[in-house]
């Protein structure tokens, strides 16, 4: 079992950055690949960046690409999205994410087993 807390969501003005966090407890973090994915209201949840349990790989979103960084620090227990030049359509609760496949880039939800509650970030025009 792994429980996952994310933090950092807020309101932001178009153009700003948060960062955000997510702290895990329970089995080796390093077990495990890590996620984010978010979800706006009346869509499907989504894949947004991943990274693999040493952190030396990662992928992220088309959608995001240039934006957004994920990246972990295992001594820490902590998986960290730092969002940069948000725009409106970033606005989504964003989720963090577990998976057992430590050696893989999971997109899609299926792949991990694990889920935070979720963060709100909400991006004005």
């Known amino acids: 079992q792994v429980q996952l807390v994310e933090s950092g969501g807020g309101l932001v003005q178009a153009g700003g950055s948060l960062r955000l966090s997510c702290a895990a407890s329970?089995?080796?973090?390093?077990?495990?690949?890590m996620g984010w994915f978010r979800q706006a209201p009346g869509k499907e949840r989504e894949f947004v960046a991943a990274i693999n349990w040493s952190g030396h790989s990662t992928k992220v979103a088309d959608s995001v690409k240039g934006r957004f960084t994920i990246s972990r620090e295992n001594a820490k227990n902590t998986v960290t999205l730092q969002m940069n030049s948000l725009k409106p359509e970033d606005t989504a609760v964003y989720y963090c994410?577990?998976?057992?496949?430590?050696?893989?880039?999971?997109?899609?939800?299926?792949?991990?087993?694990?889920w935070g509650q979720g963060t709100q970030v909400t991006v004005s025009s």
């Open positions: 329970g089995r080796t973090f390093s077990s495990y690949a």
């Open positions: 994410a577990a998976s057992p496949a430590r050696y893989e880039l999971g997109v899609t939800r299926p792949e991990y087993d694990y």
